[in-house]
């Protein structure tokens, strides 16, 4: 683990960030560290760019509702006119 100040930070955070890809880099500024951190990038599977689908928590999160339904592990019910009228108190 790389630790250093903000000042030395600050005169070249492009070797910093770098070295984070292959190794823990953590700067020192008063009395708070903060670590660097890479995190892999979804690529926007939207064609208008919303950033939902660029948030991999929430490819995830579909992935694991995808398999819970394919193991029969989700109930679904389909909403009848009267169903939803009933719902709203209509």
Do not use: C
Not at 25 to 33: D, W
Not at 57 to 80: C, M
């Amino acid at each position: 683990m790389t630790t250093v100040n903000s000042r030395v930070f600050s005169a070249n955070p492009i070797h910093y960030f770098n070295l984070a890809l292959k190794e823990s880099v953590a700067v020192k500024r008063g009395n708070t560290i903060i670590r660097l951190m890479p995190e892999p990038q979804a690529e926007n599977l939207s064609p208008s760019g919303d950033p939902y689908w660029a948030d991999l928590r929430n490819i995830q999160a579909l992935r694991d509702y995808d398999k819970r339904k394919a193991e029969g592990k989700v109930k679904f019910t389909r909403l009848t006119p009267e169903l939803q009228k009933e719902l709203l108190g209509l």
